[in-house]
């Protein structure tokens, strides 16, 4: 069972706060300010003694794509049925852009806020058609009837469902159905969507299609809040991803600063000939000296070691400051040491990104917790 105090610790060293609201990405930079369109302020909700989303902070800004991103029973549906009304916070509160562009809470008028839609459900009247689906959901969200047809066909098409139309849903793949489901949340044109998973139980196919239909939505501008379990699913068509594990966020960042901070700061040097055991000592002593410019500095601890050796795959690991320029110049060190004496096979950084191996010990080792729900 992976040690969530260490994780934290770890994320903390690597300068990842999740209550740290980060800078806005990329867009940012261009010259209109990106404006907010949602936040969630120390969020909680408690069910009896048990605390399902813990004080959470995360602000979204217009067009971006946030992934909410952790292991079942994390907390992420819950989060969402409180952006949706569904359930009450019980601390905290959800800020939402109005039409005077100003934050308000979301228990105030709500006909004033930005337009939500959503996919938490997966809605399917098996014995209906697409358009009798869609008409009924329009119904219910007080489309007006004259529009709804024109809007259902709209829709249909820019997701390549025209010609199922007035076929019914159970004849549908997974896929096309969860297609139908994030339709319906588009029909009154909301400027934010919230998806709750909606790649679960799709085939790989249909989970890639849905990538596409994201892609869709952001081309139009829309802002996207996408829960999901599967990290790498999801992370290729984010802006920023917010880590939640037993309900508190233990990072949030764009993909790339996650990445980069949590990059191993680890390379291996595997050698042709195995070191002679009489030598090593002198051996990892000269090197570990001639290394000691190529470490953090907050790293410099007492008995730490930054370079140890394992015999039976005669490699070398080496823990520096993760600097482009240092990986190059470690590798000369290492060349001129073993020069006249062997020979270096092969200089390489660990390939699975850290991120990804933390979120996966998250997801197989961490049993889902008991909430009695
Ligand atoms: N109505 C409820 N009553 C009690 N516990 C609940 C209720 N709803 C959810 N929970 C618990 O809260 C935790 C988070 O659930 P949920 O938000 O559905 O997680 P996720 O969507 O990330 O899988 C789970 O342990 C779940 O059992
Ligand atoms: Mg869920």
């Not at 999740?18 to 300010?33: L, Y």
């Not at 003694?49 to 995360?58: E, G, L, Q, T, Y």
């Not at 240092?326 to 270096?344: A, P, Q």
């Amino acid at each position: 069972m992976i040690n969530m105090s260490n994780l934290n610790t770890e994320l903390k060293e690597a300068n990842i706060k999740g209550e740290e609201i980060s800078t806005p990405n990329a867009k940012s930079k261009s010259k209109m300010a990106p404006k907010v369109v949602m936040r969630l302020e120390n969020l909680s909700k408690h069910f009896g003694k048990f605390v399902a989303v813990d004080n959470i902070n995360i602000e979204v800004y217009e067009g971006e794509t946030i992934g909410l991103v952790g292991p079942n029973g994390a907390g992420k549906t819950t989060t969402i049925k409180m952006i949706a009304k569904l359930l009450r916070p019980t601390s905290g509160q959800i800020l939402v852009l109005n039409k005077e562009g100003d934050l308000q809470p979301l228990n105030g008028k709500s006909k004033d806020l930005v337009k939500f839609g959503f996919l938490i459900d997966q809605p399917f009247f098996y014995d209906m058609t697409a358009y009798q689906i869609l008409r009924y959901f329009a119904r219910a969200q007080n489309y007006p009837k004259k529009k709804v047809n024109a809007r259902i066909d709209e829709l249909l098409k820019l997701f390549k469902l025209l010609d199922w139309k007035h076929h019914k849903v159970n004849t549908f793949s997974k896929g096309m159905r969860q297609k139908i489901g994030i339709i319906q949340s588009l029909l009154v044109d909301p400027q934010i969507i919230i998806l709750d998973e909606p790649q679960t139980g799709l085939d790989p196919k249909a989970r890639i299609e849905i990538r596409g239909t994201i892609r869709e939505l952001q081309r139009q501008g829309k802002t996207i809040f996408v829960a999901s379990h599967m990290l790498h699913e999801i992370s290729e068509v984010c802006d920023k991803i917010a880590l939640i594990n037993n309900g508190k966020i233990i990072a949030f960042d764009t993909i790339e600063n996650l990445e980069k901070n949590l990059k191993e700061k680890e390379l291996n040097c595997q050698l042709l000939d195995p070191v002679p055991l009489e030598d090593l000592d002198a051996i990892t002593h000269r090197l570990t000296e001639k290394l000691e410019s190529y470490i953090d500095s907050h790293e410099h601890t007492e008995g730490k070691k930054h370079l140890k050796y394992n015999p039976e795959k005669q490699t070398f690991k080496i823990f520096y400051d993760g600097k482009r320029e240092s990986r190059g110049e470690i590798l000369e060190l290492f060349l001129s040491e073993f020069k006249s004496t062997n020979k270096i096979i092969s200089f390489t950084q660990p390939k699975t990104s850290k991120l990804e191996k933390i979120y996966l010990e998250m997801i197989t080792e961490d049993a889902p917790r008991d909430g009695g729900g």
